[in-house]
């Protein structure tokens, strides 16, 4: 999966993520009279595929012991733990600036696609809207625990990348915004793919006119929403448990039936059951089962958009109302310069 990628570049990507969307967490307890302590770092992603690419570098790179479970949270963010005082001692901010500087560009693919979103712009007229990427931002705050803005602009400074900076007062937070907006498309398609880590990319594809809209969907959905509720209950020993009925019969008709009673404790071994665990891998699937089922595709795609991210929801919407109102949604390919 990720034999093209050196470690020096995955262990970027990983502290990127974790950068991110991480955290650690140390705790003791007493037994027989013996102080035992435990180390635990923490990724939480709302992504499937980005779960499993997390899984496979940690244990490509450090060989520890880990474990993925499901936060009490409506959109079933799946969390992956690691055991273990090596990468506790690592996860500090010293590290963190010394990773930013001395690997920016693998730094900034695993934040962007942690704290990331990526911007489609429309332009309408009379009888045609054009669909394009416009830029990726960066979000953080300030004060924060972490300097996550300080290292965002070291790995930009590094890589000679343009972005604007803007910045609104969270009133109900007591916090600072701060929005890096990357504008340049060249730096936006060497971020987004050198490693494809989460539906992030498809929004991009989908920008750049290389995906089509139902391929989309069906992408998204798979990793924001389906995936992530199929893990939940396979972890809790029924699969099925947070699935709708249709969605049940929609996975064993596009041929990922599997048995109701499996019981998983990593996204990696949920991945070797059904096969998908890369951006790769969901494209090959959506593709196939388009074609498969392309003249039921209208009625799947109703109910799998829920599936997806709010703002992917939105997107759609808009999408679906100007084609059904006669309006063709084209894309506008933005050229590396």
């Not at 963010?77 to 930013?100: C, H, R, S, Y």
């Not at 960066?138 to 900076?165: F, G, M, Q, W």
């Not at 290389?210 to 893990?231: M, N, T």
Request: aromatic content about 16%.
């Amino acid at each position: 999966m990720l034999s093209g990628y050196s470690n020096s570049e995955l262990r970027g990507i990983v502290w990127g993520l974790l950068d991110g969307d991480g955290s650690k967490y140390y705790y003791y307890r007493r037994v027989r009279g013996k102080v035992e302590s435990y180390y635990h770092v923490f990724l939480t992603s709302s992504s499937f595929i980005e779960t499993v690419q997390f899984e496979t570098i940690i244990d490509r790179l450090y060989k520890v012991a880990f474990v993925t479970r499901r936060v009490r949270d409506a959109r079933f963010p799946l969390q992956t733990v690691v055991f273990g005082k090596e990468l506790f001692d690592l996860f500090n901010e010293e590290f963190l600036d010394t990773i930013a500087e001395s690997l920016p560009l693998p730094y900034l693919v695993g934040l962007v696609y942690a704290e990331g979103s990526v911007g489609l712009k429309w332009e309408c007229h009379r009888d045609h809207c054009f669909l394009f990427v416009n830029n990726i931002i960066i979000t953080t705050t300030v004060p924060s625990r972490r300097r996550i803005y300080e290292r965002v602009s070291l790995a930009l400074d590094k890589l000679n990348i343009k972005y604007r900076l803007s910045r609104r007062w969270v009133a109900e937070r007591g916090k600072w915004r701060l929005d890096f907006k990357i504008s340049d498309f060249t730096a936006i398609k060497k971020i987004l793919e050198f490693l494809p880590l989460n539906y992030k990319i498809y929004r991009y594809l989908l920008g750049q006119g290389v995906i089509s809209f139902g391929i989309w969907v069906l992408c998204s959905a798979l990793d924001y929403g389906i995936l992530p509720r199929l893990y939940a209950g396979c972890y809790e020993g029924d699969c099925y448990r947070y699935l709708d009925q249709d969605i049940i019969e929609w996975l064993e008709n596009a041929g990922l039936e599997i048995p109701r009673e499996l019981r998983v404790r990593r996204a990696l071994d949920l991945y070797n059951v059904v096969g998908l665990g890369s951006y790769y891998d969901l494209l090959d699937f959506s593709c196939s089962f388009i074609e498969r089922n392309y003249d039921n595709w209208s009625y799947i795609r109703e109910y799998l958009i829920e599936y997806m991210p709010s703002r992917y929801v939105r997107t759609a919407e808009r999408y679906i109302n100007y084609v059904t109102s006669g309006i063709k949604v084209l894309p506008r390919r933005r050229p590396a310069r």
